[in-house]
């Protein structure tokens, strides 16, 4: 699972991914984060909770292309937190 979450202007944009049989759950993840945000978000280190009421809430199942037959090179596309290093970098 990968969570990201970003503030745009006087809003939160919560985004969760899950990968593989993961997906099995999503209804009960988007639930529990629903429920997660509506209890409320610790913003200060006082412990001080602000209540989100969500706006809307969508999911989605991203199905990726069966593999053909034969493959003579491959192109990745990363949905997850991945660095890959280079060299020493």
Known sequence: MAIDADVIGDEV????????????WLEQVRDGLLAALEDGVALRPSG???????LTCTTCRIVPE?????????????????AIRSGSR
């Not at 001080?48 to 969500?54: N, T």
């Open 13 to 24: 944009h919560v985004e969760v991914r899950l990968f593989g049989g993961s997906g099995f």
């Open 66 to 82: 069966p593999a053909p037959s034969r493959v003579g090179e491959a192109v990745l596309t990363f949905l997850t937190p991945l």
């Open 48 to 54: 001080q909770r602000v209540p989100f009421s969500p």
